[in-house]
């Protein structure tokens, strides 16, 4: 198979430097069809990415990079080509016989200027990959914007995420196409130099802010619930949300509760912002609340998160998420609750964050929030399934099963209430665990997926602060998460002796 790019000469970009494009697991070869210019940008694009590119990537380079073509690479071309992707807005080739002709869309119009547009409209657009042979959709995604800092880094990532919807398409397996809601235009007007201005100065912003706060600072909320919980109600509503106390040089977050062998703990990731890796930690719960100080239980020379525990064979298992280290492994608890050993690697060779896993229909299934190297954290839902829970694992027929920002990334554990799965999951549609949402699985097979969010959990009076990132619940006890913000007093204090510090709170109170 050949794969064929059409792209415009004169507004030629790094992404589009390739020879090749990754199709599960095989490099498939990759030609360049350069175009004349369709539309011309808005003036002094190149020099505005320029300036992003000093300031906002601290010169490092970007896929919204400038590219400079050769006259041999103007001309280089392989063969005819079975697919074309025209990432142009140029009408289709009236002469191409490819049996697929592929025309990514972004917000419903074609061409960089359409996902240029969206940007500045102040979001990410909705992504469709059009087959203009028969006009069929063939797949429909959101792309989360972690990495979309300033106009080139949403491009970038808009970019990337259609690479990865396309290579889905071209692997022949079976798209689920969801139906998304194109994002409404901010109407704002700004042109790019005013978006770039303005992003330089936010920068500049959230620079002063890192070197006064510790960002993000996330902190986990507890109440014990004798009634109908979150789950129930489908809001926060109920008995007041306690804060479990930190240090202030450490954020706890992605808290799992569990009663093992008689005592019930809450496990946690713990990040040392002096040290940014996080481990995780635990602190026992006694009828009225948190007893004892947090143990340390789990650390690796990698980071740690989201302490995902399960039960098998009258064993207690984590999960813990481990995806710079490229892997999802499983261990299992020596001595309750602070000795565990790494007992089995369930999946390797993959970017899976946040694996969460359910036993539905007589198969164990793992979600996870997947990523290809490239583009957002949040936004693409793999799913595996497996007769045991040490495996082997095997992928669903679709994935990527979903892009979706708003309802991909798993946010604790699965429920099942009057018979229906439900699963919580990260909405990061405001940026990264800026809410939860509670959908449930309508369909789940190897070969179907089907989820319907039924209700949206945003911060507000019931929980303060600018987040809300996790949800979980063993028994009485309920918690959750979310981010406040952390000055860097204690720091601060080691340069001024003579500032003053308020007492230090215990592991127990807010």
Partial sequence: MIIEFRCEHDHARRWM???????????????????????????????????????????KPSGADRLTITPDQAQARTGTADVVVDFTSAVRDPNSSARLYLRPLFNGAAGENAALAAVLGGDLPVIEIVNEIDGAVLDRGHPSAEIATGLSGG????????????????????????????????????????????????????????????????????????????????DLSGPTWNVLGDPGNHFYADPFPITWQGRTFVFFEDLDHRVGKGIISAIEFGDTGPVGDVVP?????????????????????????????????????????????????????????????????????????????????????????????????????????MIDRASTRPAGNFVTIDGKLWRPVQDCADGYGAALALAEIV???????????????KPGPLWPGRKLHTLNRCGRLEVIDGSRVQPKTRAFAAKFPSAVLPPRTSPHTA
């Fill in 17 to 59: 430097h390739r020879e090749t494009l990754s199709i599960d697991g095989r490099d498939v070869p990759v030609q360049i069809a350069w175009t004349a210019t369709t539309e011309p940008r808005p003036a002094g694009l190149d020099a505005l990415f320029g300036l992003e590119r000093l300031v906002l990537h601290k010169g």
């Fill in 155 to 234: 491009l970038e990532t808009i970019m990337a995420r259609t690479l990865t919807m396309v290579a889905a398409i071209l692997s022949g397996r079976p798209r689920i196409v969801p139906q998304l809601a194109r994002p409404a235009r901010s109407g704002n007007g700004r042109g790019p130099a005013a978006y770039v201005a303005r992003g330089l100065a936010v920068s500049i912003a959230k620079e002063i802010y890192r070197l006064c706060c510790y960002a993000p600072h996330w902190h986990v909320g507890w109440r014990f619930n004798d009634g109908a919980g979150v789950w129930q109600t489908g």
């Fill in 297 to 401: 239980v789990l650390e690796e020379p990698w980071h740690l998160s989201y302490p995902f525990l399960i039960e098998d064979d009258a064993e207690l298992c984590m999960i813990p998420e481990s995806s710079l280290h490229g892997d999802v492994a499983l261990y299992k608890c020596v001595r309750f609750p602070d000795k565990w050993e790494r007992h089995a690697t369930l999946l390797s060779g993959l970017e899976i964050a946040d694996a969460t896993i359910t036993r539905h229909n007589g198969l164990n299934y793992l979600f996870g929030a997947w990523r290809d190297g490239t583009g957002g954290y949040s936004d693409s839902l793999a799913i595996y399934y497996a007769d045991h829970l040490l495996g082997p694992w095997t992928p669903h027929a679709s994935n990527p099963v």
């Fill in 443 to 457: 369909e789940l097979s190897p070969t179907t997926f089907k989820q319907i969010v039924r209700h949206s959990l």
